[in-house]
C-alpha cells in the first residue's frame, strides 16, 4: 500500500477519507476463485513424522494491510500515522504454491487533524489489480505463507521499478494520467489548512509473512518500503512537506486475510469493514 506517503503533503499529516463513489462506478471485483484442489502431502523431515497435508488456502479473502508512518513536523514534533488499506484477494492453489489476485478498495488514514487529504475514487478505480505469488513451507508446529515482495507503480512508466530515479517534470514522457482526469499523474485533493489539489507518482513495495493457524483467518506482518514525487499542485505549499519513513515493528505493520463469501464485492468491504475483521 503506497498511500502512507501522502501524509506528507503539508505542515502536518493529513488523514484520509476516500471520497464518495459517484453512481455507477462499482468497480469489477477480483475474478472468482477456482474450485479447491485436492490436498497435497509434504512429509517432515523427521523420518518417524508422518505426511501433512497442506493447509486449503484457495478461495476470496477480505485484506485488510496496517502500516505506520512517522514524520517530524515543525511546530509538532514528531507524527505516527497509521495507514489501514482494504482490499480483496482471490487465492488459487497449486499444492505449497499460491497466487493471490488483489484489488484495493478503500484506505483510511489517521494522523494530524490539522490538514485532510481526500482520495478520489478515480484513485482508487485506476490501481490494476496486482498478481502475486507466495508459497507454503513447513514449522515445527503448523504452516508459514510466504507472499513474495511485488513492487507497486503508479502514475509512472519504469523501466527498472527498483533502481530508476523518479522524474519530478510534470512534462516527463514516463509520466502518465493514470486516473484520467487530464493531469499528469494521479490526483488528490487536501482540505484544511490549504485547500487544493496535488498531482503524485508513486513507487513502492511489499511482502507478507503469514503463520498459518487458522486457513479461514490469516494474520501476519508487512515489510515495504515507498516513494513519492509531487510533480504539480494548484498551491505552492502543498509542493512539500516533511519526510516521512516506515515505523519498523510488526505492532506497527501488519496484515489480515479473512475468508468471505464469492460474492464478496468492493462495495460489501467499503461499507462495513469492521464486520468482517471485527474492529
Known amino acids: 500500500m503506497l498511500f502512507a506517503p501522502l501524509l506528507a503533503l503539508m505542515l ?14 462499482e468497480r469489477t471485483s477480483p475474478r472468482q476463485a477456482l474450485p479447491s484442489p485436492a490436498l497435497v502431502t509434504v512429509r517432515d523431515p523427521s ?14 479473502y477480505a485484506q ?7 514524520a517530524r513536523v515543525m511546530g509538532i514534533g514528531r507524527v505516527d500515522t497509521l495507514t489501514t ?9 497449486d499444492g505449497p504454491r499460491l497466487e493471490l489476485e488483489s484489488t484495493v478498495c478503500h484506505a483510511e488514514l ?14 482508487i478505480n485506476s490501481l490494476p489489480t496486482r498478481t502475486r505469488q507466495g508459497s507454503l513451507s513447513p514449522l515445527d508446529q503448523g504452516w508459514q505463507l510466504h507472499v513474495e515482495r511485488d513492487w507497486d507503480i503508479r502514475g509512472v512508466r519504469l523501466r527498472d521499478p527498483a533502481n530508476e530515479a523518479l522524474p519530478d517534470d510534470p512534462d516527463d514522457p514516463r509520466i502518465v494520467d493514470q ?12 482540505e484544511g489548512l490549504v485547500d487544493g489539489e496535488v498531482r503524485v507518482i508513486q513507487r ?15 494474520r501476519g506482518q508487512v515489510d ?20 516521512s519513513r516506515p515505523l519498523r515493528g510488526k505492532d506497527h505493520n501488519r496484515v489480515e486475510l479473512k475468508r468471505v463469501a464469492p460474492s464478496t464485492t468492493c462495495a460489501t468491504l467499503r461499507a462495513n469493514p469492521g464486520a468482517i475483521f471485527g474492529d
Open 12 to 25: 502536518g499529516l493529513p488523514m484520509l477519507q476516500a471520497a464518495p463513489a459517484p453512481p455507477n462506478t
Open 47 to 60: 523420518p518417524t513424522s508422518p505426511p501433512r497435508a497442506f493447509p486449503n488456502l484457495e478461495g476470496r
Open 64 to 70: 485488510k494491510v496496517v502500516t505506520t508512518t512517522r
Open 85 to 93: 488499506g482494504y482490499l480483496l484477494a482471490d487465492i488459487t492453489q
Open 110 to 123: 489517521s494522523g494530524s487533524n490539522v490538514v485532510r487529504t481526500l482520495i478520489p475514487r478515480a484513485f
Open 179 to 190: 486516473d484520467g482526469d487530464g493531469h499528469p499523474g494521479l490526483t488528490v485533493r487536501v
Open 204 to 218: 513502492g513495495w511489499d511482502a507478507y509473512t503469514f503463520v498459518v493457524e487458522d486457513p479461514a483467518h490469516l
Open 224 to 243: 515495504w518500503n515507498s516513494e513519492q514525487n509531487v510533480i504539480d499542485a494548484t498551491s505552492r505549499l502543498l509542493r512539500g512537506g516533511p519526510e
